[in-house]
């Protein structure tokens, strides 16, 4: 489980998140949407420990990210936007040094799995020079399920994936969220948040302004009632949303 208590983060006298309080259950994908600016990335960013809050709690599994942030560390997975490769390490090399770092006892079945099931299978010797965009948002996700995490933090999962890929990397995505992982899906993709989420947090200039399914949302703000959720959005973070 993920749960964010009173999230606040200042960067001088600049408010980037103020006052996020929300859950994600095992099996749950959570689609955190906003427009550019609204704090989703910073969020993400606390969520896996690489930001320090100004203030609240985040646990991930029950464990503080304050106070036990190594432990918390292990539990979860982040994939930002861009995918933070190793220049001089193949695909192979990739997944077993994330083994090695995670501990990962059984990785040796695990790592011929995730190379299928992510069509990486034909280029375990190639670097990451020698990998298409899609190609390397892939490699990144297969480290990041190779230790198979109790929270999966995804920023923009699908870019630069063709269309056969989109279809592969949704299931992939559902799969961890059946097999009991909480899910946060950070995307500008309406249509991919609507299919796979389960719940939605819309935050704008980093407050939120709805959280739970479509159906809660819309019981109570009943003038959404038939919209699309790019209705929904743009109502919700527009500039009269406030």
Known sequence: MIEVDSYTKHYGDFVAVQGLSFTVAPGDVLGLVGPNGAGKTTTLRALAGILQPTSGHIRIAGLDMKTEPVAAKQRLAFVPDEPQLFDYLTVEEHLRFCARLYGVADAEPRIPALLGELELDGKRGALPTELSRGMRQKLAIACGLLHQPAALLLDEPLTGLDPVGIR????????????????????????????????????????????GTIAEIVAERPELTGRSLEEMFLALTGDDAA
């Open 168 to 211: 592969r990397m949704k299931e992939t995505i559902t799969a961890r969220a059946r097999d009991g992982a909480a899910v946060i899906l950070s995307s500008h993709l309406l249509h991919l948040v609507e299919e796979l989420c389960t719940r939605l947090l819309v935050i704008r200039r980093g407050r939120m302004m709805a959280f």
